[in-house]
Structures are given as C-alpha cells and as structure tokens.
C-alpha cells in the first residue's frame, strides 16, 4: 500500500496600501439593493430567512462589534455571504476605499475554533458591472483586504459582493470596515 500524500497550494499576494479614511462611509448612505440570505431591496425592512441576518451597518451581521485582524472598528458593514451591496454613484466620488474580511466573532463561540474553520469568502467590486477589484480567498483572523478603487468619470453604481468561495455559505460574516468614498477635491 502506498502511503496517501496531502498537495498544498499556496498563494502569495501583495497587499495594496491601507487605504485612506473614506469622506462619506456606507452606513452614511441608502444603498439602492441589498441581496443575499435574509435580505430584501431596503435598509431597513428584510424578510429574514431562518439563521439569516440582514445586513448590518456599523455592527457585525450576527450583531456585534466588527472585527477584522484583532481591531474593533466602529463604521462598516457587516453582512452573511452570499451578499451584494449596490450603491449609486455621485460625480464626486472619485474612489471607494475599504478593509474586508471575515469577522472575528466567529472564534469566540462556543467550539468557534471548530466553526471558523468553514469560513471563506471572496470580496469583489465592480463598477457598472465591471471588475474593477477582488480579494483573494480569505479567512477568519487574516489580515483584511485592502480596497482603493478608482472610479471612472461617468459610473453611475457600485456593487459591493461578498461571495461564499464556492463552498457554502457556513460561517461566512463578511465585513466591509471604513469602507465609503473619497470624495474629489
């Protein structure tokens, strides 16, 4: 008998810069649609599906603080992959800036270390439906993401995607921290 071998893949990114403190954050602003488990087109009203959180602004999505890399933050949002955030555009924006990753809350369940272990999400952006930015597969207690997106003069929406990686949604608790708009001078 031969003895089994594990492959491992391994990936190596470079970080961007942190990104500036946004001008205008997105618990400022009403988003045009929200989408994914447990939510409707409103910020404020959701049909909820069992075990779905809305999206949350300036909290995590099961209610707490955000936490991202041992750091609370105070502005965000937190949401449950598979999720989608669309934002109009203003002709003053001139990028979207944020930090993203998977929420800390997760390994301060009970048995949260066997739990974090499902977590994985991809975070994109795209500008009037184009790719403009994406994340690696990301990980509970990585380093957040960094996003500095230019916008093109004439955009008319964002959207905000947080995905499941592929392989569920399971302790996906996506946040997007300081995330908003640089504003042109």
């Known amino acids: 008998s031969s ?6 893949k391994r990936q190596f990114v470079k970080r961007n810069a942190e990104p500036s403190t946004p ?31 809305g999206a949350k602004w300036d909290r995590s999505n099961r209610g707490g603080p955000l936490r991202l890399d041992g750091k609370e933050f105070s502005r965000g949002v937190g949401v449950h992959a598979v999720n989608q955030l669309v934002y109009a555009l203003e002709p003053r924006y001139s990028r979207f800036v944020a930090l993203a990753g998977i929420d800390e809350e997760m390994i301060g369940i009970h ?14 952006v795209f500008v009037d439906g184009r790719l403009m930015a ?44 300081n995330a908003g708009f640089i504003i042109a001078k």
Request: proline content about 6%; glycine content about 8%.
């Open 3 to 8: 003895a089994a071998s594990d492959v491992y």
């Open 23 to 53: 001008d205008i954050h997105l618990a400022d602003i009403q988003p045009q649609i929200v989408r994914g488990p447990g939510h409707s087109a409103s910020k404020e009203h959701f049909r909820l599906e069992p075990f779905m959180e």
């Open 111 to 124: 048995h949260g270390s066997n739990l974090a272990r499902h977590s994985s999400v991809v975070f994109r």
């Open 134 to 177: 994406e994340s690696p597969l990301m990980r509970v207690t990585e380093k957040p993401w960094r996003f500095d997106v230019g916008i093109p003069q004439g955009s008319r929406q964002i959207s905000l995607v947080a995905t499941d990686a592929g392989d569920g949604s399971k302790g996906d608790y996506a946040d997007w921290v």
